[in-house]
């Protein structure tokens, strides 16, 4: 079995260490964090780029599904996730990520009714006609029977500052990072997720009982694909089309 990585409340940076002088807070010595040697070796360029090519490779594999069999998740693979995707940098460390995971059938379906309410209002009257016309493609509309089906549904909220919680910096581009570790850990086990956004999103809140300083970020039905599941034959921009190299 894996070792739990030891991430004490040494990685915790102070919100305010030392005492304030002309309104800066002065850093001394005592108050900054121990260090620890960087955990790295290096490895022989052609393993490396090999490697890259692998992962690259295995990456291509991964598609948003909406067609999940109930199959259960073998026990522990929904926490590794999870812990892979808290290991994401954030904006002073303060890593404002809350990931609710649902699997009570009854808590699912309260999700899926409260998330098909909205979607039916958004598909019916608030989206706009651009909006739709850019996801017509797509195939999708109001319902989400996933909400359902999927063994699990991880519910990712921003944490905003509050009772128990720091004010978070970069808080958008902290969980943007987090999600998409979350979404390499779990297609790297072999499971398939989709990135949904219901719109608006506030009645997770209640659903998932999350006070109001945590913001609902996306809903992510976890599981596998049953087995006559297609998806959109989407093309994928090509390198040169993406990367710049001066
Ligand atoms: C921020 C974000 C929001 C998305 N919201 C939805 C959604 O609400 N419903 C849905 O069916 N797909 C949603 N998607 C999935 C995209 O449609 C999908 O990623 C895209 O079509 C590319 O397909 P692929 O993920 O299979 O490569 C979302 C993706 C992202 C990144």
Redesign the pocket.
């Known amino acids: 079995m894996l070792e739990e990585p030891d991430v004490g409340g040494r990685q915790t940076l102070p919100a305010q260490t030392g005492t304030l002088r002309q309104g800066r807070p002065q850093v001394n010595d005592t108050d900054l964090i121990p260090r620890v040697p960087v955990q790295h070796h290096r490895r022989p360029p052609a393993e490396m780029v090999r490697e890259a090519e692998a992962f690259a490779q295995r990456m291509a594999q991964r598609?948003?599904v909406?067609d999940f069999a109930g199959d259960p998740l073998p026990d522990g693979v929904v926490e590794a996730a999870i812990r892979a995707a808290s290991t994401a940098p954030s904006g002073a460390n303060v890593q404002p990520w809350r990931f609710v995971v649902l699997t009570d059938p009854a808590r699912k379906r309260r999700l899926r009714e409260a998330a098909e309410a909205e979607e039916r209002a958004f598909y019916d009257r608030r989206a706009s006609a651009e909006w739709l016309g850019a996801i017509a493609a797509?195939g999708?509309d109001w319902r989400k029977p996933f909400l359902e089906t999927a063994p699990a549904v991880i519910v990712v909220f921003e944490v905003h500052q509050g009772p128990h919680s720091p004010k978070p910096y970069y808080v958008k581009e902290s969980v943007g990072i987090a999600v998409g570790l979350l979404i390499t850990a779990l297609h790297h086990a072999g499971l398939v997720t989709?990135?949904?956004?219901?719109s608006p999103m506030r009645f997770l809140n209640e659903v998932c009982e999350r006070p109001p300083e945590e913001r609902p970020y996306v809903v992510m039905p976890v599981g596998y694909p049953t087995s006559d599941a297609h998806?959109p034959d989407?093309p994928r921009k090509p390198l040169d089309e993406i990367m710049i190299r001066w």
């Open positions: 598609r948003s909406r797509l999708t989709l990135t949904h956004t219901p998806v989407l």
